[in-house]
């Protein structure tokens, strides 16, 4: 019991230091830009004593841990400063971008497992066929493909010759702004207002983006299933399993890839986190308004409290995701008691 | 006969061609113990495996005869063979901490094997792998059955795993090395288990073991193999008369308490064995 | 026949020297590699990559940077091999030149991450103690960052370009390094040979440079080759983004991001620079496919 707490303190006291490192490296990534974040608010052309009383507002002229101090002051109590574009506060518009990045990255892994998980398992069973070679080319080529070619290609074709695919956006205009916000999730809240019209319209926007995604980490999914499935089906126990008489197809999913779920759910979460990375690409091409393309717009404007927030808060996703990927392990896997 | 082999060649395609892991072995087995003994890479671990078809895909298996029970193995469908293993024969492995499922209590594995042949409810299943455990000398069933493979010693284990195969009653047991994953103790009375549960269901056991003594001591009878081939066939109390100069050879290696040696004989092993 | 005798003293089975005994090693390494043909495909094409950046100037059949303004956005023709972009420019030589800024830029990534993803892995590794906590928590802060989105805010903070995406990249490519390194090291540290090596004397110092770290160069190279596929990708996400190589280069994401408006109608602008980023991230990813296969069977 106490080893238990101990473990978990440990765990606590290294995340917390990783935090103050990813706050650390924000800040410091603002702190060395060569454009004065003073200019950058209030203009090129302000009068000088204007621009000595903003500096001193933004705590500019107080040494740079004083500085750091603020930051982490502000940090706590929920403020990332206010957007320059927008001229809103940072968190209002991360809340407002950030549930157009989760529907699509969501359903871009769920589309990503179903299909790439089978494949892994398919490849790793026919290790050295035909088909193996295939779903590896397959894999190769998704880990190789610049995002942004697949979804100017996925528009090209599907938009603009076949005419199946709406265009960029997340809503057609005639739907924008019709129901009213729940969960931030189109596909949700219009279904929440009974407005099918709608709802069908925000999935028809989605799949394209989505399936763009979920083929990049598709290829990531199906791999790994692949390297941890040659490695369970070589385990003394597949064998155990067949000296029982049991089917095939129990052998295989029921003890061998029984074996490797708990690794997968690893595996998932750091493809989620990763979709996150190939939402900042996929948003700018499919005007996509989510949090990447919040964030590119912000840096071409070099609007740096945009960005610093917006990569802060990716961070804190993404080290989120390694912890429930950690604490996933720690749960279903037997042997990490 | 339970099992009939005749010629049997099993081959694994490698960098440099084929290599040759069984060259022509023929053996037959009725109600019997038989005990098959070799180094590692002698070929005797697949040669039995053989038999449940169990090899690894790559391996190419010929033979005159392979029969299990006049059921001929080589041309036997996927569900015929199924319903050989774990049905008619079972296979014990070296190591429980491989050859369990390590994301399966112990309980649950047995229950699988009962119910794979004997349709029945959950709970009849968890009962009959209570009963399986009380067979192996198991003296808390459930404990035991509600445990992780890696909760589990390793004799302990090797219980598990010999009630899981005794589970559909079968006629042959094919022990691969059972007890060489385990403490000196503990081996003899696996082994004494293994004798018990045999003699008294009638089944045909064939024992794996690179340890000569122990397998004669154990079975009826010997086989011995060296590099792929079966060097000699012995009864077991015939093993001091043995003819071929590797199984004397393997004999005098031993070192015994009551004719202590200064310097143990070294193996020398001649090339027209394998001719 | 002096082919024969020189394959027999490869794959010698008693090498007389150390040196027979490296190459034979290598040479059966090769053996192996030769027999994928999907990692020998992407290790020709690699070198013909290479190639062509190095030859460019010879290669190319127009200046790079010639604008023709009358010739805008033509269609592939025996004049312009891949047509022209936006300002009437040859796309083929285009490519050419833009595959020395890709490969340049890999190039630089590499050389500055690999030695020190290796060192740091290293030490970390055979020193433990305190050094090894403060370098991993140090790799778990640049991890806890997607690396184009920490690629992204640090090229916005100094000043989008060629340089400062490849500092950028650096700063997000050298901590899986260190990570890969380190777990050699801790396997490597308490092998047999590694206590004997310390029982004749030698200092830490000679036995992570002479023991340790050339160990872990197979699977480092495994690594770097895969990554160098990624290198491309990000740099070209840079470049697409703007925050890369700028605009007049003809680096190949940057030629996208100044097609893309003509995406609909003149598609093969754009998609030639595309596919040209893919097919050399394929390429390296074939090849540190094929590479992995050879030299770290156990991580297939």
């Known amino acids: ?337 | 006969m339970l099992v009939e082999i005749q010629n049997l060649n099993i081959m694994f395609p490698s960098q440099h061609g084929l290599s040759h892991a069984v060259r022509g072995v023929s053996i037959t087995l009725g109600q019997e113990k038989l005990g098959i003994v070799g180094e590692s890479g002698s070929g005797k671990s697949i040669s039995a495996r053989a038999i449940l078809r169990l090899l690894p895909p790559a391996a190419r298996v010929t033979a005159d005869t392979l029969r299990f029970d006049g059921i001929d193995i080589l041309s036997a469908t996927e569900r015929q063979m199924r319903a050989i293993r774990g049905r008619r024969a079972g296979l014990i492995l070296q190591d429980p901490k491989y050859s369990l499922n390590p994301i399966m209590t112990a309980g649950a594995q047995i229950a699988e094997a009962w119910r794979n042949q004997t349709k029945g409810s959950k709970k009849a299943a968890r009962e009959a792998a209570l009963d399986l455990l009380a067979q192996v000398q198991i003296r808390d069933p459930k404990r035991v059955a509600d445990a992780y493979p890696h909760e589990l010693s390793g004799g302990m284990g090797q219980r598990v795993m010999i009630a899981m195969m005794l589970a559909p009653d079968p006629e042959l047991l094919i022990a691969d090395e059972p007890t060489s994953a385990l403490d000196a103790t503990v081996q003899a009375e696996i082994l004494r288990l293994l004798e018990d549960l045999v003699s008294r269901r009638g089944m045909g056991l064939i024992l794996i073991s690179h340890d000569l003594p122990l397998v004669s001591h154990f079975c009826d009878r010997v086989a011995v193999m060296y590099a792929g081939r079966v060097v000699e066939e012995l009864g077991a109390g015939e093993l001091l008369q043995a003819k071929h100069p590797y199984t004397r050879g393997l004999l005098e290696c031993l070192p015994t308490l009551s004719h202590p040696k200064l310097r143990l004989p070294v193996m020398a092993r001649d090339p027209a064995w394998l001719a | 026949m002096s082919g024969v005798t020189d394959r027999a003293w490869l794959l010698s089975d008693a090498p007389a020297s150390r040196a027979q005994a490296a190459w034979g090693r290598r040479y059966r390494l090769w053996c192996d590699f030769r027999a994928n043909p999907l990692a020998m495909s992407g290790l020709i094409i690699a070198l013909l990559l290479i190639l062509a950046a190095a030859f460019a100037p010879l290669l190319a059949t127009h200046d790079p940077s010639t604008q023709d303004l009358v010739n805008r956005l033509g269609t592939p023709s025996p004049a312009h091999w891949l047509g022209t972009d936006e300002l009437g420019r040859d796309v083929y030589s285009r490519l050419l030149y833009g595959g020395r800024v890709t490969l340049g830029m890999v190039l630089a990534v590499v050389i500055l991450v690999a030695p020190l993803g290796l060192a740091v892995g290293c030490i970390a590794g055979y020193f433990g103690g305190w050094a090894d906590r403060l370098l991993m928590r140090a790799t778990d802060i640049f991890l806890a960052f997607p690396r184009l989105i920490l690629a992204l805010a640090f090229v916005a903070a100094i000043k989008p370009g060629v340089s400062s995406a490849v500092f950028a990249i650096a700063l997000t490519a050298w901590p899986p390094y260190a990570r890969l390194a380190r777990a050699e090291t801790l396997t490597i540290r308490n092998a047999d040979f590694i206590a004997a090596v310390r029982l004749t004397g030698a200092s830490p110092w000679r036995i992570v440079l002479r023991h340790v770290a050339p160990l872990c160069l197979g699977s480092l190279i495994v690594r770097v080759t895969l990554d160098m596929s990624s290198i491309i990708l990000t740099a070209a996400a840079l470049g697409f983004l703007g925050m890369g190589a700028q605009p007049p280069s003809p680096e190949w994401g940057a030629m996208i991001a100044s097609a893309r408006r003509f995406f609909l109608e003149q598609w093969w602008v754009p998609l030639i620079p595309g596919i040209a980023i893919f097919i050399a991230s394929l390429a390296f990813n074939l090849l540190g496919d094929g590479l992995r296969d050879v030299l770290d069977p156990k991580q297939r």
């Open chain 1, 1 to 337: 019991m106490t080893r238990h707490f101990g473990r978990l303190a440990g765990t606590a006291s290294s995340l917390l230091v990783t935090l103050f490192g990813l706050v650390l490296v924000t800040f410091l990534i603002g702190r060395v830009m060569p454009i004065d974040p003073v200019i950058a608010i209030i203009g090129d052309h302000a009068p000088v004593d204007v621009v000595a009383r903003v500096r001193v507002e933004l705590g500019l002229d107080r040494p740079l841990y004083v500085q750091f101090g603020i930051y982490v002051w502000q940090l706590l109590h929920g403020d990332l400063g206010r957007s320059v574009m927008t001229s809103n506060t940072v968190v209002e518009d991360i809340q407002r971008y950030f549930p157009a990045t989760i529907e699509l990255a969501t359903v871009a892994i769920i589309i990503a497992t179903v299909i790439g998980v089978p494949l892994g398992v398919l490849a790793a069973v026919r290790a050295g066929s035909k088909l193996d070679i295939g779903i590896r080319v397959i894999c190769l080529a998704g880990h190789s493909i610049p995002i942004f070619l697949l979804a100017l290609i996925s528009l090209l074709v599907f938009y603009a010759t076949l005419g199946w695919a709406p265009g960029t956006g997340r809503a057609d205009v005639a739907f924008e702004g019709m129901n009213p916000v729940v969960t931030g999730f189109l596909t949700i809240d219009s279904a929440l207002a009974n407005d099918w019209d709608a709802f069908w319209d925000a999935w028809a926007h989605l799949a394209q983006p989505a399936g763009v995604l979920a083929y990049f980490s598709m290829a990531y999914i199906a791999r790994m299933t692949r390297a941890f499935m040659l490695d369970a089906l070589a385990g003394e126990y597949v064998i155990t399993a067949r000296a029982k008489g049991l089917s095939n197809l129990r052998v295989i999913w029921r003890h061998a890839f029984g074996n490797i779920a708990v690794r997968l759910v690893t595996v998932l979460a750091l493809t989620y986190a990763g979709l996150l990375e190939g939402a900042v690409v996929t948003e700018t091409v499919f005007s996509w308004p989510g949090l990447g393309q919040y964030l590119t717009v912000s840096l071409l404007n070099a609007d740096m409290n945009a960005v610093l927030g917006a990569t802060l808060v990716v961070g804190l996703i993404y080290m989120a995701l390694n912890l429930l990927a950690d604490a996933a392990y720690r749960l279903l896997d037997p042997r990490v008691s």
